[in-house]
């Protein structure tokens, strides 16, 4: 899916009032001045920033800049959504008519406008592309971003990590790959990331369990090398071939160790226990006599007696980091597009 975008569409109208900046030399020359950006909030209680530019000698503005997070200006969330860059700022562009009717309406036609972004003739400057990757438990999420911040590492270098986020060229001006448990972040709280209320409890909160989120951002300098400058250069086909791209240029042949939902059943001593017995250890020899028979019995309770080895070890629930991520993407339920929870 694609949530931020910054750019700007192809539109004559009155400037926005939005203030403006300017930098003044220490003899009280303005060595240059610009207009602010405008913080806009949807009726979801997320916003996106524009910004009249670029004006004529009539001083009407040509261009609007918008820059800000799409999907959830749109549908209060970013769970899921559009791979429609299109679309998404038809939808966006939509909003902001309604928002600023006595600004953005009488200087130009707004369907010529819009009949541009349907095309994709618009200026694209930076483009986020998600996504959502299910890892089968909370637990086994944070193990793989443990294992990620330790070993995985690109052309920017060693990944970093902070509150939980694992980054890859989280400095770099032209591209970079952020990792998290989405899950987490929704409960952390903060008006950034905080459900509105009214989708609170309706399953979005059970969806993002166990769901690892990877997070494409390309910056303006890469999208020109790469010859994207417009909204048409990025059909949804492109997004998926340039977040499996960049995907690539990751080194992620470590491993990371994930856990399956019936250790997590089980007290945390005893987890340590089964564990080892699935590797094909002689606990008999790593454990006391009462702590041997203490977790057996405890094991047998759900259909396991460590006292026989573990005739095959099992390795399965070790795997190459880029293996979880190379599977199938997560896709949007249909419970989604049935409570009107994607904008279309």
Not at 97 to 112: M, N, Q, R, V
Request: aromatic share 8%.
């Amino acid at each position: 899916m694609i949530d931020w975008f910054r750019g700007s569409v192809y539109f004559l109208h009155k400037p926005i009032p939005a203030g403006r900046v300017m930098s003044i030399e220490a003899d009280g020359e303005i060595s240059w001045e610009c207009a602010k950006k405008l913080l806009v909030r949807s009726s979801h209680e997320t916003s996106l920033k524009i910004k009249s530019a670029n004006l004529n000698h009539q001083g009407v503005a040509t261009e609007l800049h918008i820059d800000g997070n799409l999907a959830k200006f749109l549908q209060g969330h970013n769970v899921f959504g559009s791979r429609d860059l299109n679309q998404l700022l038809l939808l966006s562009f939509d909003k902001l008519l309604e928002l600023f009717a006595d600004h953005l309406h009488g200087c130009s036609s707004p369907a010529l406008t819009r009949a541009q972004i349907k095309k994709g003739a618009y200026k694209v400057k930076m483009v986020d592309i998600n996504q959502m990757y299910d890892v089968g438990n909370d637990q086994s999420v944070e193990a793989w971003l443990h294992a990620a911040e330790m070993r995985a590492h690109s052309r920017h270098g060693r990944s970093t990590s902070d509150k939980g986020t694992v980054y890859l060229g989280k400095t770099s001006r032209r591209w970079a790959f952020k990792f998290y448990n989405k899950w987490r972040e929704m409960l952390a709280g903060g008006k950034t990331h905080t459900l509105p209320v009214y989708l609170q409890d309706i399953g979005l909160e059970e969806f993002s369990k166990g769901k690892l989120r990877a997070e494409l951002r390309i910056l303006s300098k890469e999208l020109q090398q790469l010859g994207i400058t417009h909204g048409y250069h990025l059909t949804p086909a492109k997004v998926d071939e340039l977040f499996g791209f960049y995907l690539g240029k990751t080194d992620m042949t470590q491993q990371a160790t994930l856990l399956d939902d019936d250790l997590l059943k089980l007290p945390r001593p005893v987890q340590a226990t089964y564990q080892l017995w699935r590797q094909g250890a002689d606990l008999r020899n790593l454990l006391t006599h009462n702590t041997f028979y203490r977790h057996r019995r405890v094991l047998k309770e759900h259909g396991i007696d460590i006292n026989s080895m573990h005739l095959a070890p099992e390795h399965n629930n070790v795997v190459p980091l880029m293996r979880v991520i190379e599977a199938v993407p997560v896709g949007i339920p249909q419970w989604a597009y049935d409570r009107g929870l994607i904008a279309a």
